[in-house]
């Protein structure tokens, strides 16, 4: 098992910067390769970045590849999403998920553990 504790969330006008952490705890938590998903109101919930455990490789959604970048630390158990360029259409809640699977992953059904999401809201 593992638990994930999302921080970092808040309010934020167009064109400025957040930055997400997700603190795991449990079992090898640096073995498990993690993602962040984000849902927002009356939408699915999307996949947004991921970065696996065996090679640190990373990969993001179109939306958001270029202004986001995704990074780990294995000796806290933690997983950082920084976010640049905000812009309202990137307003949701933003949850980190967490799965033994050794690549990228971006489907939400590959994913066996999920934080409860913390919310970004970004003003025009």
């Known amino acids: 098992q593992v638990q994930l504790i999302e921080s970092g969330g808040g309010l934020v006008q167009a064109g400025g910067s957040l930055r997400l952490s997700c603190a795991a705890s449990?079992?090898?938590?640096?073995?498990?390769?993690m993602g962040w998903f984000r849902q927002a109101p009356g939408k699915e919930r999307e996949f947004v970045a991921v970065?696996?455990?065996?090679?640190?490789?990373?990969y993001y959604a179109d939306a958001v590849k270029s202004r986001f970048t995704i990074s780990r630390d294995n000796a806290k158990n933690t997983v950082n999403l920084q976010m640049n360029s905000l812009n309202p259409e990137d307003t949701a809640v933003y949850s980190c998920?967490?799965?033994?699977?050794?690549?990228?992953?971006?489907?939400?059904?590959?994913?066996?553990?999920w934080g409860q999401g913390t919310q970004v809201t970004v003003s025009s």
């Open positions: 449990g079992r090898t938590p640096s073995r498990y390769t």
């Open positions: 998920a967490a799965d033994s699977t050794a690549g990228i992953i971006t489907k939400e059904y590959e994913y066996d553990f």
């Open positions: 970065i696996s455990w065996f090679a640190g490789s990373t």
